[in-house]
Nanobody
């Protein structure tokens, strides 16, 4: 299984970025997909997740209304549209996959991408 994240970069406060994760080696629609992030010196934290069907999603409180997770099961991709970015969103963003229910727990995820850096300047 491979998860390849892309789309990170440097953006000013209030700007937008879209992260994308391409999956291979798994039956994509069977997996809940999620985005986590890890800022320097901090633990990895949940950002958003979407069910295998794409019907259900969850977000951490700090990104609700600003970030949107979506997936394309035909293309085996999951995106994270990030709007109104803030300096506190600066982190390495990771995509992850698990076959269990929609969950926010890092330990529940079986597969991880390599991470893509998002830097929001003030």
């Amino acid at each position: 299984v491979q998860l390849q994240a892309s789309g990170g970069g440097l953006v000013q406060t209030g700007g937008s970025l879209t992260l994308s994760c391409a999956a291979s080696g798994l039956t994509f629609s069977n997996y809940t997909m999620a985005w986590f992030r890890q800022a320097p010196g901090k633990e990895r934290e949940f950002v958003a997740a979407i069910s295998g069907s794409g019907i259900s999603s969850r977000y951490t409180f700090s990104v609700k209304g600003r970030f949107t997770i979506s997936r394309d099961n035909a293309q085996s991709t999951v995106d994270l549209q990030m709007n109104s970015l803030k300096p506190e969103d600066t982190a390495v963003y990771y995509c992850a996959a698990n076959r269990r229910k929609l969950t926010t727990y890092v330990q529940s995820y079986d597969y991880w991408g390599q991470g893509t850096l998002v830097t929001v300047s003030s």
